[in-house]
Nanobody
Framework: QVQLVESGGGLVQAGGSLRLSCVAS????????MNWYRQAPGKQRESVAR???????NYANSVKGRFTISRDNAKNTVYLQMNSLKPEDTAVYYC?????????WGQGTQVTVSS
């Protein structure tokens, strides 16, 4: 069983920055592909960024050039650095781990960007 705990959300003005963190329990973190998703009110959950166990990354077109995903396997932590935030980035952000065919989710952290 893997537990994920996100932190770092909050209220920020447009153009500002936030860094989200997700700490995973367990010893298999280094083998996991880690993802950040987000869900805005009335919308479906969407993928934001992904980092594989080998460190390859990809991003949604809407955040490319503004968001950076990274991981620290020694700390069992994945990060999402969010710069140049826009009001449309407002959502609950969820951490997701994919390990040996199973998905695990965190509880989410709210990000609100004011205009």
């Amino acid at each position: 069983q893997v537990q994920l705990v996100e932190s770092g959300g909050g209220l920020v003005q447009a153009g500002g920055s936030l860094r989200l963190s997700c700490v995973a329990s367990g010893s298999r973190f280094s083998f996991a592909s880690m993802n950040w998703y987000r869900q805005a009110p009335g919308k479906q959950r969407e993928s934001v960024a992904r980092i594989t166990s080998g460190g390859s990354t990809n991003y949604a077109n809407s955040v490319k050039g503004r968001f950076t995903i990274s991981r620290d396997n020694a700390k069992n932590t994945v990060y999402l650095q969010m710069n140049s935030l826009k009001p449309e980035d407002t959502a609950v952000y969820y951490c997701n781990a994919q390990i040996i065919g199973r998905d695990y989710w965190g509880q989410g952290t709210q990000v609100t960007v004011s205009s």
